[in-house]
């Protein structure tokens, strides 16, 4: 246990279906991220929120939308998404700027058929 | 924007040697991060590096930032099979953290 965790840790999904993933975190961190992880690929950063705050959006598309309810929580809606967004999808947190380290979740292995 | 770059993307070790692998970013940075990805697992943060010249050990890994604060280094000695994984580097520059591609390292028993 990372003291990030994320739910569900696997998820197959429709082109046309809504899903939620869902990231918890209790390490007193204020700043909380999601990374999309492909095969081959470097880690994407896809949203950044700072004390619940979105502070970036690196031109992701319309089809996953953040939500950061609270510090410890952090949410990314999946709705009519392609093929190629299945990926592994991580989370992380931190203690809001780049001088500590990264604490990340196990990910969501997503596939999307 | 700014670019971390890793070489080399792959890197088969025999048991009971040594490897290096490198990180080199495009501009200078504040800080820089390594971190492990074992297979089927989630990236966990190993150490960071702030200092230009810095060396750091963590038993049989050794982890250098350039003078320039331009490259960065892990170099591991007498690879063992749990060193199996890829090794990212994370750059700071301008707040704000670049990943790498990695180095995936397999191990010959």
């Known amino acids: 246990e990372t003291g990030v965790t994320q739910t569900p840790r696997h998820l197959v999904m429709g082109m046309t279906n809504k899903k939620s993933l869902k990231c918890e975190q209790h390490?007193?961190?204020?700043?909380m991220y999601w990374y999309k992880q492909s095969a081959k690929k470097p880690l994407e950063l896809m949203f950044v929120?700072?004390?619940?705050?979105?502070?970036e959006n690196n031109s992701v598309p319309s089809r996953f939308s953040p939500e950061c309810p609270n510090s410890s929580h952090l949410f990314l809606h999946l709705h009519t998404l392609q093929p190629e967004d299945s990926a592994l999808y991580l989370c992380?947190?931190?203690?809001?700027?780049?001088?500590?380290?990264?604490?990340f979740g196990s990910g969501t292995r997503l596939t999307v058929v | 924007g700014q670019q971390v770059m890793q070489i080399p993307q792959y890197q088969h070790v025999q048991e009971g040697e040594d490897f290096t692998t490198y990180c080199n970013s495009s501009?200078?940075?504040?800080?820089i991060q390594w971190y492990k990805q074992r297979p089927g697992g989630h990236p966990v943060f190993l150490i960071q590096?702030?200092?230009?010249?810095e060396v750091k050990k963590q038993k049989r890994l050794t982890f250098q930032f350039g003078e320039a604060k331009k490259n960065s280094s892990l170099h591991i000695t007498a690879t063992q099979t749990t060193d199996v994984g890829t090794y990212f580097c994370?750059?700071?520059?301008?707040?704000?953290?670049?990943f790498g591609a990695g180095t995936t390292v397999t191990v010959r028993a």
């Open positions: 992380a947190s931190s203690h809001g700027d780049t001088l500590y380290g990264y604490t």
């Open positions: 390490l007193g961190h204020n700043a």
């Open positions: 929120y700072s004390l619940e705050e979105r502070v």
């Open positions: 501009t200078t940075l504040s800080n």
């Open positions: 590096l702030v200092k230009s010249g």
């Open positions: 994370a750059g700071t520059n301008d707040y704000k953290l670049s």
